[in-house]
């Protein structure tokens, strides 16, 4: 049985891995960090949040100060889907951002139905459409 | 060991301590017992006897609907009586409590963080004054109350608290709060960024009683309204919030009538307890795991510095325990401290606004979760730390809260709203103050605070400018009506902000452009209150980025208004445009960071700024290509911002996509990634820095390393036990840096130095 973790990320259960739910590539023990299975850009904020005053004339830009903040992106090695994006302190270590407890999550899905999709909770938009009163 | 035993004589002797040191207390301050304690209080001896007599669920229910209308009434009183701006966007609420003080029923829109931290307050009522001979608490009485060191967000919200009686018999109480703004403090508006003490912060009302026989005592009354810069305000809101709370009290005498107290007793435990019972089992349904994260906050609103906002998440079993370790130490002479209830009440709202927002609104909800944080950290601060900007460290607690939480949610087959990326969070607006048109000396803020970004959901994109964090449903006001009341005109609103967005396979929900000016009043100034103009101040979620930064723009030496009469031509609608194209001759042009002190406007000058985008969610290389236009075709972003971020090829004219060619560039761009991206392992050993960047202030915990923290200028301590921390003056900063310079020129003028002694 699977478990899906994240919009990318799902354990199986009888290996014990993280994969990639985009292109089932094995990423790593679900015991351990996913991220150690990944590959990691440093991405300059600039890139995603370009300036959008002119950087020449101003001190502050609408972009974030790169010396302040860096942003690591994570992405699967084999398909190159970007799984998780972190906004962190320049020079801090990854965060091991979910820690299983492999163990009990075999347990709580050994009386539940294996899901193939998320499910998504109730739907509360109006219909604009409809005339239901 | 054997037990001591006591004789009688010994405990004839502690009784007699025990009361002399009660009778001669001589300070009732915030009582640890009360203030460190979320969770509802024991089921009472008459509590249980009410539970075992209303046993009928349907007739709880009854009540409880009758007793949820009733806050509704309430709520609406005071949005449509209340003075205060705050109150006519709906930054308020009504609730009704239990007789130990644990709130129940709170209305359905307005702020929920209000009341449910409000019970300390009751508490401390409870515990002081009933026996108090000087104070007592009787039907008809009134108790006002504003400081968070006895249970608040903040003290430029008031609250109006009443007992409800039947026959001689304390039954509940009820409550009604709203931001009022205005306190008092050293800044107008009721939120002063330079409060260096809780003294400069204004107002500070322990619970006490202003209201007898239903009447407002006029002497203490007008002692408030000497003490604050809007009396007229102070004396009318505190009449609604009294007004509200009596139409609750009539509501509840009502059930007394068809049901009896006791049947309203039993509603009220029995719905705060089948609601921790129902918390519990919701959480065992999460998985077992872990989650950690972070947010970094820029600034204390007086200086640029890093502080970490940490996270450690850990659900087990029916236990789910915030841990803030890590978290920055509080900054002793700075206003965005917290009080620990006030952190917890933020991210109570996480869940009763974003996670289980079908649970009755009380204080319940929050009861099982349990917290762990560092007395002296900045998310349960000192007594003598200021804390009238405290949301800017509750909200960043709120985002870690959901961020961390979203990571637990996405497995479990059972959800009760959407997954979603991070809100933005926050307060990107203007407080202002000073004389208006009128000749009347206000001080408050624009509702556009409330029109934060909404975080992308995992099946669609954030809503725009939707909500603010701490209540899902409440307005931004019409600029129109403030504008009969203040002397300023925003020339710019509700306009959004092109290219501000958080991408990702959905993208946030964004904000909006504000552009004001003054226009008709001498004495008129503008405050912002805002982190993140250098760090984002939220995450993405699951591959989606956060939003950017934003500034504070100014035109000076400008009178817009004029250049509207004459030259209509060069005023721009745009922060891009006004800035980089600088129409106006000879103006000023500037940026800032989001935390500037009053400053004194002058007729014409702009002050721009911008609301937030909240968190995107998911891979922006999988956003349908038809979202991507949509986006551009309704001005959110460029076409050049598209096709460079989310890889779209379309025809710029038409704005026909090409679907192969993008799926091309999408596939080259994974294959992209694939060689830029280096082993984890690898690019821990080449990025990562055993210690913060050397050359900015940093405070929190570095690497995981959550028994030291950095307390600026690389210096660490034990973060048990941190210390104060004092900021020097940003403008004593500036003149001794000034000096000094001044010193090195005259020197190398050959002229002489000014006696050199230190």
Not at chain 2, 309 to 332: A, H, Q, V, W, Y
Not at chain 2, 495 to 516: D, E, V
Not at chain 2, 551 to 556: E, G, I, N, Q
């Amino acid at each position: 049985m699977k478990v899906l973790m994240t919009e990318y990320l799902r354990i199986d259960l009888d290996t014990e891995n993280w994969e990639c739910r985009v292109c089932d590539h094995v990423i790593g023990e679900a015991r351990d960090n996913y991220k150690k299975g990944l590959l990691v850009y440093n991405r300059d904020p600039a890139d995603i949040h370009p300036s959008i005053i002119d950087p020449t004339k101003y001190k502050f830009t609408f972009c974030p100060d790169k010396d302040w903040v860096n942003i690591y992106e994570f992405y699967c090695p084999c398909c190159g889907t970007q799984m998780e994006v972190e906004y962190t302190l320049p020079g801090h270590e990854p965060l091991y951002d979910m820690e299983m407890d492999v163990d009990a999550l075999k347990a709580q899905w050994s009386e539940r139905d294996e899901l193939l999709e998320p499910t998504t909770g109730p739907n509360v938009m109006v219909d604009r459409h409809s005339h239901n009163h | 060991m054997s037990k001591q035993k006591f004789t009688e004589q010994q405990l004839e002797d502690q009784e007699l301590i025990t009361k002399f040191l009660k009778d001669t207390t001589l300070f009732l301050g915030p009582d640890p017992e009360i203030m460190r304690d979320h969770s509802i209080m024991p089921r009472t001896q008459n509590e249980a006897d009410c539970l075992e007599k209303y046993t009928d669920l349907n007739q709880i229910a009854s009540i409880r609907d009758r007793l949820q209308s009733a806050c509704e009434e309430g709520f609406e009183m005071v949005e449509q009586m209340g003075a205060a701006p705050g109150a006519k966007w709906g930054d308020i609420i009504t609730g009704i409590y239990s007789a130990s003080g644990d709130l129940t029923v709170g209305s359905a829109s307005g702020v929920l963080i209000f009341s449910a931290l409000v019970h300390h307050p009751i508490k401390f009522i409870i515990k002081n004054w009933i026996e108090e001979k000087t104070v007592g608490v009787r039907e008809g009485d009134g108790f006002i109350h504003n400081d968070s060191r006895y249970g608040n967000v903040h003290n430029t919200d008031q609250s109006m608290i009443l007992p409800v009686f039947h026959e001689g018999q304390l039954v509940c109480w009820v409550a009604s709060t709203v931001h009022e703004g205005e306190n008092g403090a050293i800044e107008p508006g009721g939120m002063p960024s330079m409060a260096e003490t809780s003294f400069d912060e204004g107002l500070k009302m322990s619970p006490f009683k202003v209201v007898e026989n239903y009447e407002i005592k006029k002497d203490l009354l007008t002692f408030l309204q000497n003490s604050v810069r809007e009396p007229k305000l102070q004396y009318e809101d505190m009449k609604v919030k009294l007004f509200a709370c009596m139409r609750l009290e009539q509501r509840i005498k009502e059930v007394f009538a068809t049901d009896g107290p006791d049947a309203l007793t039993a509603c009220l435990r029995q719905t705060n307890e089948s609601v921790v019972t129902e918390v519990r089992r919701r959480i065992s349904e999460w998985p077992d795991m872990t989650v950690r994260t972070h947010v970094i906050m820029d600034s204390t609103l007086r200086e640029n510095v890093l502080m970490k906002m940490n996270l450690t998440l850990k659900k087990k079993g029916d236990r789910l325990i915030f841990n803030f370790e890590g978290s920055s130490p509080e900054i002793t002479n700075r206003a965005i401290n917290t009080q620990l209830p006030g952190m917890k009440g933020m991210v109570g709202q996480a869940f009763m606004n974003h996670i289980w927002p079908d649970l009755p609104r009380g204080q319940a909800g929050l009861s099982h979760i349990e917290f762990e944080t560092t007395p002296g950290s900045f998310v349960d601060c000192s007594y003598s730390a200021p804390n009238s900007q405290s949301l800017m460290s509750i909200f960043q607690a709120f985002t870690v809260a959901q961020h961390a939480t979203a990571k637990m949610l996405y497995s479990c087959p059972d959800k009760y709203t959407r997954v979603l990326a991070p809100w933005h969070n926050m307060i990107n607006t203007f407080i202002w103050g000073g004389v208006n048109q009128h000749g009347e000396t206000l001080g408050n803020l624009c509702a556009d605070l409330n029109g934060m970004g909404g975080g992308a959901r995992m099946d669609r994109d954030g809503e725009h400018s939707l909500a603010p964090i701490f209540a899902t449903m409440a307005d931004i006001g019409e600029q129109e009506l403030n504008e009969e009341e203040v002397p300023f005109l925003q020339l710019v609103s509700k306009k959004m902000t092109t290219n501000t967005q958080a991408p990702g396979k959905y993208r946030g929900g964004m904000g909006y452009t504000q552009i004001a000016a003054t226009k008709d009043s001498d004495q008129w100034g503008f405050m912002t209150t805002s982190v993140g103009s250098k760090t984002p101040t939220i995450q993405g979620l699951f591959g989606g980025y956060a939003a950017g930064t934003i500034p504070l723009c100014k035109v000076a030496d400008v009178d817009v208004y004029d250049v509207m009469l004459t030259k209509p031509e060069q005023f721009k609608h745009s922060i891009p445009e006004i800035m980089n194209e600088q129409p106006f001759d000879n103006a000023t042009y500037s940026t800032h960071h989001l935390g500037l002190g009053f400053d004194i406007s002058k007729r014409g000058e702009l002050y721009m700024i911008s609301q937030g985008s909240g968190g995107g969610y998911g891979d922006l290389l999988e956003r349908d290509p038809a979202m991507v236009i949509q986006d551009i075709e309704e001005s959110l972003i460029t076409a050049d911002w598209a096709r460079k971020l989310y890889k779209v090829v379309f025809n710029e004219d038409t704005l026909a996509v090409d679907e192969k060619a993008t799926q091309q560039l999408r596939d080259d761009y994974r294959e992209q990634r694939k060689k830029q991206g280096v082993p984890y392992d690898e690019f821990v050993k080449k990025y990562v820095k055993d210690t913060p960047p050397k050359d900015i202030p940093f405070y929190g915990s570095w690497n995981g390393e959550n028994d030291m923290v950095y307390c600026g200028n690389n210096e660490k301590r034990d973060a048990k036990n941190p210390g104060p921390i004092y900021m020097t003056n940003p403008k004593d900063v500036s003149i001794a840096e000034l000096e000094e310079e001044l010193a090195q020129v005259r020197e190398q003028a050959g002229l002489e130095v000014k006696d050199k002694r230190k």
